[in-house]
């Protein structure tokens, strides 16, 4: 009796461990969408905001900059959340780039860069760069540079599993990336490549939590159930805290390769 007590205990717990990660996922499933769908309402009712000329950074002057600083800080705050969320699912060399580029969109947005190229209308540029223009640069560099050691990561991940698919999509999504980020050194295409680049690589992160979040549904089962090498059942044993339950089964799981990354 004692030991279905526990049993159930555990199933409990790790239903919890499971909605958790859900919910940091799910987080980053919608971090991508979210700042997309707040720029593009953005650029299409700025007085003089011109998306062909002006990198969308730019939105977080004005009097209605405080939207486009906010986009950036919660966009980052749904990263950093999505990272944890994969840390959860034993992914932390995945996490980690993930986690430097939410931290990346904090630092852009709480540090605006300066005016540019006519934008906002009347304000001229400053002769020299500000020290928050630095560090909001220094905030685009490390969000675009861990979104493609991110795609690195999980580029080698997919194929170490045989999923072609996946890896190629990776794969693909850091070479594009990078080619756009080398684009921007040239001034007339500096905001279409950034445009492109924030495109290509926030779909790809939110892409990868929802097929991270899908595989999820499977983790209750295999935990719940998890089997040994031999085929037996593994239960806890009499006595065994809730919390040493969970982790046994999560334990067992991963050296059984149960995971579910398919």
Do not use: K
């Given at each position: 009796?004692?030991?279905?007590?526990?049993?159930?205990?555990?199933?409990?717990?790790?239903?919890?461990?499971?909605?958790?990660?859900?919910?940091?996922?799910?987080?980053?499933?919608?971090?991508?969408?979210w700042f997309l769908v707040v720029v593009a309402l953005q650029e299409a009712t700025r007085t003089g905001f011109d998306p062909g000329r002006h990198p969308l950074s730019l939105l977080s002057l004005g009097g209605l900059g405080w939207l486009q600083v906010t986009n950036f800080v919660v966009t980052g705050l749904l990263n950093l959340a999505f990272a944890a969320g994969?840390?959860?699912?034993?992914?932390?060399?995945?996490?980690?780039?993930?986690?430097?580029?939410?931290?990346?969109?904090?630092?852009?947005?709480?540090?605006?860069?300066?005016?540019?190229?006519?934008?906002?209308?009347?304000?001229?540029?400053?002769?020299?760069?500000?020290?928050?223009?630095?560090?909001?640069?220094?905030?685009?560099?490390?969000?675009?540079?861990?979104?493609?050691?991110?795609?690195?990561?999980?580029?080698?991940?997919?194929?170490?599993?045989?999923?072609?698919?996946?890896?190629?999509?990776?794969?693909?999504?850091?070479?594009?990336?990078?080619?756009?980020?080398?684009?921007?050194?040239?001034?007339?295409?500096?905001?279409?490549?950034?445009?492109?680049?924030?495109?290509?690589?926030?779909?790809?992160?939110?892409?990868?939590?929802?097929?991270?979040?899908?595989?999820?549904?499977?983790?209750?089962?295999?935990?719940?159930?998890?089997?040994?090498?031999?085929?037996?059942?593994?239960?806890?044993?009499?006595?065994?805290?809730?919390?040493?339950?969970?982790?046994?089964?999560?334990?067992?799981?991963?050296?059984?390769?149960?995971?579910?990354?398919?």
């Open positions: 009796m004692a030991a279905t007590d526990e049993e159930a205990a555990t199933a409990m717990c790790t239903t919890g461990h499971q909605r958790m990660t859900s919910v940091l996922l799910c987080c980053g499933a919608v971090a991508g969408p994969l840390r959860r699912r034993r992914m932390r060399a995945g996490a980690l780039p993930l986690a430097g580029h939410g931290f990346g969109l904090i630092v852009a947005g709480v540090f605006v860069r300066d005016p540019g190229n006519g934008y906002p209308p009347g304000i001229p540029a400053p002769v020299a760069a500000s020290w928050h223009h630095v560090l909001h640069g220094a905030g685009a560099v490390l969000a675009f540079g861990s979104l493609i050691g991110a795609c690195a990561v999980f580029a080698r991940r997919f194929a170490v599993r045989g999923n072609r698919g996946w890896a190629g999509y990776c794969g693909g999504t850091g070479v594009a990336l990078a080619a756009l980020l080398a684009a921007t050194r040239a001034p007339a295409l500096e905001s279409p490549a950034l445009h492109l680049a924030a495109v290509a690589g926030w779909l790809w992160a939110s892409a990868l939590a929802a097929y991270f979040l899908v595989s999820l549904r499977d983790l209750p089962t295999e935990m719940g159930n998890s089997v040994s090498r031999n085929g037996e059942l593994a239960r806890p044993e009499r006595g065994t805290r809730v919390s040493e339950c969970v982790t046994r089964a999560a334990a067992q799981c991963e050296r059984t390769n149960s995971w579910p990354d398919r």
